[in-house]
């Protein structure tokens, strides 16, 4: 299952805004058809629980 970028801030709680940062620094997995971008909810779940935040502070 995918989802839209405005589902997966969503589902995290997090600005759409962030979420394309997330994105486009490549933090997020994300995958690109055509001009829509989404994020296969399993990989941003996996990414949630490793707690990937390159040491940055999470959001």
């Known amino acids: ?4 970028v405005r589902e997966a801030a969503e589902l995290i709680g997090i600005s759409k ?6 994105i486009h620094s490549n933090e ?4 690109h058809v055509g ?6 909810r399993q990989a941003l779940m ?9 040491g940055k ?3």
């Open 1 to 4: 299952m995918t989802l839209s």
């Open 17 to 22: 805004p962030k979420m394309y940062e997330l």
């Open 28 to 31: 997020i997995p994300s995958i």
């Open 35 to 40: 001009k829509k971008i989404v994020i296969a």
């Open 46 to 54: 996996d990414w949630l629980s490793e707690g990937d935040t390159n």
């Open 57 to 59: 502070k999470a959001c």
